[in-house]
């Protein structure tokens, strides 16, 4: 994965001159901090999550829980590591379960951003494993979009819900309720529900994301968010916090040339975790999102 490229090799140039000193020095973490600010802002980490991550290197960087037995360029590396793990959601978090099936999962994000890709990677996994997924089509604002799951449907192996023209067109609170209904009666034990997007946030997408979300009561509410979108991410996934809230994060386009910045500043500033990372445009280019695998990525 290309991703974090830019940051890690900073990281590691910043390193490599402390690798030459003796003793950690407060001028030292100074310096190693400016870098390291300088490194995330260049990764586009939201100003911030790079403000508060960096006083809190330093903090313990100059605190007395240093390990003496390393090496200052080691210190730091193991204090970045540990904070980077922990602004990246610290244990892995796995999709959630209902105790009662079907288990509801809702997909909420910018057009654009992968849902619907997301949505077919998904359902694939979880026949893979034995589940019964339901596609909902609920995106009634893309003229196409409803042919579009279908599709991925197809190729996913999985039973979708699309409404039949003239049947709650219009209305993706309806078909997303009915949806849901087919799904109990058919004994799906899992449903996707797609929800329609726009281009940039808006009131009228944020109230209707939060109507489906009402009217269905999802187990997990999923906001897909584009890694490329650098330092929108920031104010997108806040907008979808309010306007919608959701339970976990998809990181979608992390094959590309992203540089990163997003994965750190969507989980720091919402505190939800990232549970899925979305690397290709292949229905199998879908992997669990493992904190500690992403720092020590952006530490190699
Ligand atoms: P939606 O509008 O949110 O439903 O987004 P789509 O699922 O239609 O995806 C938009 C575009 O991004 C499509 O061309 C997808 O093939 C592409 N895409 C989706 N996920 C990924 C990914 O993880 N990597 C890459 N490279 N492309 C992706």
Redesign the pocket.
């Known amino acids: 994965m290309a991703t974090f490229g830019t940051l890690s090799d900073r990281l590691t140039e910043t390193f490599r001159n402390l690798r030459t000193k003796g003793k950690l020095t407060p001028a030292d973490v100074d310096g190693t901090v400016r870098e390291i600010r300088r490194a995330l802002l260049d990764a586009d980490v939201a100003l911030t999550v790079v403000k508060d991550f960096t006083a809190k290197v330093r903090e313990r960087a100059l605190s007395d829980e240093v390990n003496r037995a390393l090496n200052p360029a080691q210190q730091v590396v193991q204090i970045v590591n540990e904070e980077l793990i922990a602004i990246l959601g610290g244990e892995q978090r796995r999709l959630q379960f209902a105790k009662n099936p079907p288990t509801i999962i809702m997909l909420a994000?910018?057009?654009?951003?992968?849902?619907?890709?997301?949505?077919g990677k998904l359902a694939k996994q979880l026949e893979k494993d034995g589940h019964t997924p339901l596609l909902i089509a609920a995106?009634l604002q893309?003229p196409n979009?409803v042919n579009?799951l279908q599709v991925v449907a197809e190729q996913a192996g999985a039973a979708i819900y699309a409404p039949e023209p003239g049947n709650g067109v219009g209305d993706p609170v309806r078909v997303a309720r009915d949806g849901v209904e087919h799904a109990r009666r058919a004994l799906h034990d899992i449903v996707i529900i797609?929800t329609a997007?726009r281009l940039g946030v808006d009131a009228e997408l944020m109230k209707q994301a939060a109507d489906i979300r009402a009217a269905t009561q999802p187990d997990e509410v999923l906001f897909?968010i584009?890694a490329m979108i650098g330092q929108d991410a920031v104010n997108t996934a806040k907008a979808f916090q309010e306007g919608v809230d959701f339970t976990g994060v998809v990181l979608?386009?992390?094959?590309?040339d992203a540089r990163g910045g997003a994965a750190l500043s969507v989980a720091s500033v919402t505190g939800r975790p990232i549970i899925f990372a979305?690397?290709?445009?292949g229905l199998d280019?879908l992997e669990p999102f493992h904190p500690d695998r992403m720092a020590s990525r952006i530490l190699d």
């Open positions: 994000g910018l057009q654009g951003s992968g849902k619907t890709t997301f949505a995106d893309r979009a579009q797609d997007g897909v584009d979608s386009k992390l094959d590309g979305s690397t290709g445009e280019d």
